[in-house]
C-alpha cells in the first residue's frame, strides 16, 4: 500500500521560508521512473502543480515559481522537502504530496496540509 | 502554457442520473489527460489517466473519452459517494489542472 504525508508548519509569516517534508512508503525514490512532488490549492481555487524530481535526482519546477522553489529527496529516509522562499499571504493554501511514474499522471496523493501565510 | 477549461464549474444532480462533465484544452494534447475526484478531508484519487483508462479500483460507472482538445467525463449513474469535485489535469507539457467542476446534490 502506497502512503504519502505531509508535514510542516501550519502558519507562516510573510517574506519567511516554508519548509515541507512528504514522508512516504509503499515505493522507493530509486526505482527507474518514480517522481514525487507537490501541488498546491488556495482555497477555494484550482489546483497548481509546483514541483517534481525523481529517481535520478532530475528535477522539474513550475515556471512561475522556479525561482522561489527547491525540491530536494533523501532515498534512505523514503522523504523529499520542498522548500518555498518570501512566503506571501497569496500562498495560503494546502500542499499535497504526489507520486508520479515518468510524465504522466498522479497516482497517489497525501491528504494534504493546509499552510496560511499571516503575520 | 496548456490551459484546460472546464464546464459546468457546479453540477446539480441526483442520484442514479448520468452526468457528464467536459474539459477543452487551449491546444491539443492528445489524449495525456487524466481525471481526479475531490473530497474534503480525503486524499484526491485519481480516476482516469490518458483520457479513457479506468485506473485499478474505480468503479465501472466512471468513464472517459476525447482526444485532441475536447475531452468529457462521465458518471454513468450518480451514486451517493460520487457527490465531490472533479479535476482534470493535463501531462503533454508540464501539468495544469482545469478549475473544477462541484457535482452537488440537486
Known amino acids: 500500500q502506497i502512503t504519502l504525508k505531509e508535514s510542516g508548519p501550519t502558519l507562516v509569516k510573510p517574506t519567511q521560508t516554508l519548509t515541507l517534508t512528504c514522508t512516504f512508503s509503499g515505493f522507493s525514490l530509486d526505482t527507474n521512473g518514480v517522481g514525487v512532488g507537490w501541488i498546491r490549492q488556495p482555497p477555494g481555487r484550482a489546483l497548481e502543480w509546483l514541483a517534481l524530481i525523481y529517481w535520478d535526482d ?12 527547491t525540491i530536494t529527496k533523501d532515498t534512505s529516509k523514503n522523504q523529499v522537502v520542498l522548500i518555498m522562499t518570501n512566503m506571501d499571504p497569496v500562498d495560503t493554501a494546502t500542499y499535497y504530496c504526489v507520486q508520479i511514474n515518468g510524465d ?14 499571516s503575520s | 502554457d496548456v490551459q484546460l477549461t472546464q464546464s459546468p464549474s457546479t453540477l446539480s444532480a441526483s442520484v442514479g442520473d448520468r452526468v457528464t462533465i467536459t474539459c477543452r484544452a487551449s491546444q491539443s494534447i492528445s489524449t495525456w489527460l487524466a481525471w481526479y475526484q475531490l473530497k474534503p478531508g480525503k486524499a484526491p484519487k485519481l480516476l482516469i489517466y490518458e483520457a479513457a483508462s479506468l485506473e485499478s479500483g474505480v468503479p465501472s460507472r466512471f468513464s472517459g473519452s476525447g482526444s485532441g482538445t475536447e475531452f468529457a467525463l462521465t458518471i454513468s449513474s450518480l451514486q451517493p459517494d460520487d457527490f465531490a469535485t472533479y479535476y482534470c489535469q493535463q501531462y503533454n507539457d508540464y501539468w495544469t489542472f482545469g478549475q473544477g467542476t462541484k457535482v452537488e446534490i440537486k
Open chain 1, 58 to 69: 532530475e528535477d522539474r519546477r513550475s515556471p512561475s515559481l522556479t525561482s522561489r522553489l
Open chain 1, 104 to 117: 504522466s499522471y498522479f497516482s497517489n496523493w497525501g491528504l494534504g496540509t493546509l499552510v496560511t501565510v
